[in-house]
């Protein structure tokens, strides 16, 4: 399973998504740089995705975009997990 990513513009609510090369089955995480989408993953390293009305690009990640997709895996793995408490 690869993961796939859905962009929404919130003006138009017109959304594009697109599958990545990353496997749902590694490591992962994602977050905004500006208009740009960067996709840290364990598997196939850290890329870019420029975004516009007209296209997604997909390019290698620059070292502060690759910095801010580790950030972001770095808060997900951080984050407390949710665990329902039954009586």
Known sequence: MCVR???KD???KASKVFQT???DYSAWAVSWHGNTVV???SDIGTYAYDISH???VERPARVDEKM???SA???KIRAP???WLEN
């Open 5 to 7: 990513l859905r962009i």
């Open 10 to 12: 919130n003006n138009t």
């Open 21 to 23: 090369g990353a496997s």
């Open 39 to 41: 996709l840290y993953s």
């Open 54 to 56: 007209t296209s997604i």
């Open 68 to 70: 801010a997709g580790e």
């Open 73 to 75: 895996y770095e808060k």
């Open 81 to 83: 997990t949710t665990r």
